[in-house]
């Protein structure tokens, strides 16, 4: 008996490690080459899921499920290799379906065919998916309101649930600022950078102004409670002292599961950018996603790219060369 309550004792007092399922986000996967280097390369890794995109100003304004393609040609190279897909549709739609809209997206019109989009959509690849969302990083990427996004969001969970009732349905990702700045601002969390002081942190997360942070905040706070999603989703960068608190900030808000969809760093702004120190601070990044009370976080990225804020986080170069960063990554995945 004492040792059975010994053993209770000490599985209490141990911290639980959530251990989520790791993915890449947004491989190269355009080309047949692209999809040949990721495939290999993510097998290397034992990467089983990734997360690619699709937008709806790259096909017809009302397409046939031949109209994707080459969406489908990419999802099916991906899926015969064994790779588990979660297809993030981008709001970026053909000028008549637009109404506002940025470099980014737009908000879709009411009598646009978002709908017969969608359908189609997934006749073309719902089979070869295991997840999608709408929308990505629409607190901040979006155009219109929080309203506005969610009315966009129900049209499309509409089509899906009853069109393809098994796949998950994501939340379309949120960039974390909601969460992180409550942590950083209202918690009083450390920001977890070495060398970063605290007032230049505070300078970003809490100093442009609390009515920002909060207009964030009561924005996902209120796209938690009403969407129809099976899944919540925050994306985490360059701050790992403040993930801990903007995941439990989106736990207050949600009874669902929470992924990660995005992670990464380190800050442009605020570190240095040689390969040797993103390595290090990748094992960091790893071992705080690994004790985050989520079920599955995707890594960005695979490759550094040029377009992205985080140009430099890649595990390859621009030319598919091997960074340091990869043998942490491949050493951190192989002792799990």
Known sequence: M???LTLIFLFLATPLRADPIIGMAFPPVSEPDHRAFTITALAELNVQHIRIAEAWFRRPLNPTPEDFAPLARRISDLRAAGLNILLTVELDAPEAACGQRNEYACVIRRDAPFEAYISALLQAVGDDLDAIQIGNEWDNRFPGSTSEFLAIHARAATVIRAERPDLTLVLGGVTGRAGLSHAMCFEGDDHGVPGLRDEEARQYFCNRGMAFNEAAQAAVSAA?????????????????????????????????????????????????????????????????????????????????????????????????????????????????
């Open 224 to 336: 938690l409670a009403i969407a129809d999603y099976d899944v919540a989703d925050i994306h985490l960068y360059d701050a790992p002292g403040l993930w801990s608190g903007a995941v439990n900030w989106m736990r207050a808000h949600t009874d669902r599961p929470i992924w990660v969809t995005e992670f990464g760093g380190p800050w442009p702004w605020n570190e240095p950018s040689d390969p040797d120190y993103q390595a290090e601070r990748l094992a960091v990044y790893l071992d705080t996603i690994a004790s985050l009370p989520i079920d599955r976080a995707y890594y960005f990225k695979l490759t550094d790219d040029p377009g992205s804020y985080h140009a430099l986080s890649g595990l390859y170069d621009v030319n598919g060369q091997p960074k340091p960063a990869l043998s942490v990554f491949a050493e951190w995945m192989a002792s799990r």
């Open 2 to 4: 004492r040792f059975a």
